[in-house]
């Protein structure tokens, strides 16, 4: 399976690591582009010892200007985790202003007409995920076909407790796979 990873700056950054982890020990191949923002949480060396793959972390990369299009037809699947807040609505809004935007805009009529799934797995604190624009945002995008998996309740890392919990990579793992 050839599975891409979008990844936004959000601390759970952290626990999507373990993803790309589990998803090479199976076998799979892994693509990861990630934000400038994801790269302040983790590092470009800790993703591509993990996937073994050079990352994505720019649009205009001299000599690959073409690959966020490449790239968003290479995967059978997209799985953009963690989704912050920021990244939800501008994806609602069709905003594509970084490598990652601009990979998913890029991949999404070619996903709908394949057939090839994109998820969108929400991390953020509980204030951000009731933010009307975000409610708005996931309802919009899951009517036109993504894949929406909702948070958890429980300890954020802010220390606050609530909704807005990036599921357990179990969990994520076993859902992607039952499509």
């Not at 982890?21 to 060396?45: I, M, R, T, Y």
């Not at 069709?94 to 057939?115: F, L, R």
Request: charged share 15%; net charge neutral.
């Amino acid at each position: 399976m050839k599975r891409l990873i979008l990844m936004t700056g959000s601390i759970a950054c952290a626990k999507a690591t373990s993803l790309i982890s589990e998803w090479v020990k199976q076998g799979d191949e892994v693509k990861v582009v990630c934000s400038p923002g994801a790269l302040n949480f983790v590092g470009l060396a800790t993703l591509e010892g993990l996937s073994q793959q050079k990352v994505m972390s720019t649009t205009y990369e001299v000599g690959a200007m073409m690959d966020h299009i490449r790239v968003s037809r290479w995967a059978d699947q997209i799985i953009l985790c963690p989704a912050t807040a920021n990244v939800i609505n501008k994806l609602a809004a069709g905003i594509a202003d970084d490598v990652v935007t601009t990979v998913w805009i890029a991949a999404y009529s070619h996903a709908q007409e394949t057939g090839k799934p994109m998820w969108l797995v929400p991390a953020m604190n509980t204030m951000m995920w009731q933010y009307p624009a975000t409610q708005s945002a996931i309802n919009k995008l899951s009517a036109w076909g993504i894949k929406v998996m909702m948070p958890n309740a429980g300890s954020l890392a802010c220390g606050e407790s609530g909704e807005g919990r990036m599921p357990e990579v179990a969990d994520i793992m076993k859902q992607v796979e039952q499509l």
